[in-house]
């Protein structure tokens, strides 16, 4: 019998560093981040890195098959000024 492949959607936070890393991190599965020095290699690791969260956490693993869509919803990124003496 053959199985069914399913396609599961994370969000993915990239940012850069100051000494122009990107740093990769994927919110709703704890431990889950990875950095390279380009966008394209950040990406591939990242993904490496699902992968390996999912093989080796069973619940996470679970529970992203009962819920296939990305979590949590993203809303946007702000800038907040905090003034202080």
């Known amino acids: ?3 069914s492949l399913k396609v599961l959607q994370f969000k993915v936070l990239i940012e850069q560093d100051e000494d ?4 990769a991190s994927v919110p ?5 981040y990875t950095q390279g020095k380009t966008l394209e290699e950040v990406r591939k690791r990242i993904k490496e ?7 080796t956490d069973k619940d996470a693993k679970r529970e992203k098959l ?3 869509a990305a979590a949590p919803r993203f809303f946007g990124i702000e800038d907040i000024s905090v003034s202080y003496a």
């Open 28 to 32: 709703e599965l704890a431990g889950c």
């Open 1 to 3: 019998m053959k199985k």
């Open 66 to 68: 009962a819920y296939p």
């Open 20 to 23: 122009g890393l990107y740093l």
């Open 49 to 55: 890195v699902i992968e390996l969260v999912l093989e």
